[in-house]
């Protein structure tokens, strides 16, 4: 079983920076693929960003290309969601996830995911 707790959401103006934090544990980390996902209100989840246990490959979803930015540090057991230039359309619940298995789905697909975090809430106001 792998655990994983989000923080480092909060309310803010558009233009602004967060940098999110995921932090994991239970099980090995660092041969985990890990993702970023977020969710609005009444809108299906929806992929961000993806990174492999190398940290070399990440993979962004093209809403947040050149805005957002993911890394990990396998010795803290923690990836990391640094968002700059924040939108108004960023405003969601978002969550970490953690894939430990080699052939899971589609990267961008929740269901390639077996171990997700509680959230954390980001708000981007006008």
């Known amino acids: 079983q792998v655990q994983l707790v989000e923080s480092g959401g909060g309310l803010v103006q558009a233009g602004d920076s967060l940098r999110l934090s995921c932090a994991a544990s239970?099980?090995?980390?660092?041969?985990?693929?890990m993702a970023w996902f977020r969710q609005a209100p009444g809108k299906e989840r929806e992929f961000v960003v993806a990174?492999?246990?190398?940290?070399?490959?990440?993979n962004y979803a093209d809403s947040v290309k050149g805005r957002f930015t993911i890394s990990r540090d396998n010795a803290k057991s923690t990836v990391y969601l640094q968002m700059n230039s924040l939108k108004p359309e960023d405003t969601a619940v978002y969550y970490c996830?953690?894939?430990?298995?080699?052939?899971?789905?589609?990267?961008?697909?929740?269901?390639?995911?077996?171990?997700w975090g509680q959230g954390t809430q980001v708000t981007v106001s006008s």
């Open positions: 996830a953690a894939d430990s298995k080699y052939d899971s789905g589609p990267y961008y697909s929740p269901v390639a995911y077996d171990y």
């Open positions: 239970g099980r090995t980390f660092s041969r985990y693929t």
């Open positions: 990174i492999s246990w190398s940290g070399g490959r990440p």
